[in-house]
């Protein structure tokens, strides 16, 4: 459990690394939307090949693949493999799209009412049960959120006030 959490500390403060890193890129070398998915997976792809290589499950994923492809499933496993991809690269767009014409914040909040909608749906629809310490997660994300809304509503209408007191200290 401790490893658990371990690895969902280190994915927060990676996710808060990486969402400020390409925020800076976006800043300093204006790349298209395109222009930053490239790089963005010429990175992963180089830093997974290494840590695939260094675990040895480089050859487990290879010797699977090749084994899958050769089964008598319904679908082929290229063809997953293809979809797959293909979804992924889709809904990379709307990723690159939002850091390129917002920022990294805006997809954070984006991605996370995402995860908690997904959540509520399961277990709504399908009729999944959450303990008392998974609807303790829920409720704290959905108070996060609320209060981030809350702050950025609030930042707006103090800008739209103040823009509006200029200008009638202008017109004066």
């Known amino acids: 459990m401790i490893f658990g959490i371990g690895l969902l500390l280190l994915s927060l403060i990676l ?15 204006l790349p ?8 963005n997976n010429l990175w992963a792809v180089a830093l997974l090949l290494v840590a695939c290589i260094f675990t040895g499950q480089l050859w487990t994923g290879f010797s699977f693949s090749l084994s899958a492809s ?17 979804s992924s690269a889709f809904g990379q767009n ?8 917002f920022n990294a914040l805006v997809l954070t909040t984006i991605t996370t009412t995402r995860k908690f909608f997904t959540i509520l749906f399961s277990v709504f629809i399908y009729g999944h049960v ?3 310490k998974q609807w303790s997660g829920v409720s704290l994300v959905m108070i996060g959120l609320a209060i981030e809304a809350e702050y950025k509503y609030r930042k707006k209408q103090e800008a739209k006030l103040k823009k ?9």
Do not use: C
């Open 70 to 86: 050769s089964s008598s499933s319904s679908t082929p496993f290229w063809g997953q493999l293809l979809i797959f991809s293909l």
């Open 15 to 29: 996710d808060g690394v990486t969402a400020s890193f390409q925020d800076s890129l976006r800043d300093k070398f």
């Open 130 to 132: 959450l303990n008392y």
């Open 164 to 172: 509006l007191q200029e200008e009638e200290s202008k017109s004066h």
């Open 94 to 101: 709307f990723i690159f799209f939002t850091i390129r014409h």
């Open 32 to 39: 298209s939307t395109h222009q930053h998915m490239l790089y």
